[in-house]
């Protein structure tokens, strides 16, 4: 598959969409002065070629209940049991990333809870999923800083 080559326009559009995903093609295109035609053509195009993955949408977790995050390092009895593992951490919500990591963990996951007592009973899930040895356990006090906008916008500033 060749590699889609991004132009000027294109890159306008990103930095538009990343900062608001919800801002209307009609604006985009009176901003750049080209057709709400145009712009829809290219962010389709960007979508075909895997550049745009949809879109998505911020919550505030605090005004939800679940301002209390943790992050688990787990270790596996077995490597080879990663996949399954990942398979039933899916099961879990409030699981909301999950890597397979090198080093100390084998997954480190991120879960959002809505208090201590409630992370506990998410981590202690976690520990009963078949070939966990055993967990490790981080709470965040404050998440100070969460902004992929910062590196998008550097990444197609480098484009």
């Known amino acids: 598959m060749a590699k889609f080559k991004l ?24 901003k750049l002065v080209i057709s709400a035609g145009t712009v829809h053509v290219r962010v389709k195009k960007m979508e075909e ?54 080093g100390k963990f084998n997954v480190f996951c991120k879960i959002r809870a809505k208090n201590t007592e409630h992370a506990k009973d998410v981590i202690f899930m976690i520990d009963d999923i078949e070939g966990v040895y055993r967990t490790e356990t981080m709470i965040s006090l404050e998440e100070s800083l969460n902004d992929k906008k910062r590196l998008m916008h550097s990444i197609f500033n480098n484009m």
Not at 11 to 23: F, P
Not at 66 to 74: C, D, E, K, R, S
Not at 75 to 98: D, H, M
């Open 49 to 102: 070629a895997g550049i745009i993955k949809g879109s998505s949408l911020t919550l505030d977790y605090k005004k939800l209940g679940y301002a209390f995050i943790a992050y688990v390092g787990v270790f596996l009895q077995k490597t080879s049991q990663t996949k399954f593992v990942l398979e039933r951490i899916n099961e879990i919500p409030y699981v909301t990333v999950a890597h397979i990591t090198t």
């Open 7 to 30: 132009d000027d326009i294109d890159h306008q559009i990103l930095e538009m969409l990343i900062d608001n995903t919800r801002v209307p093609f009609t604006d985009i295109a009176k």
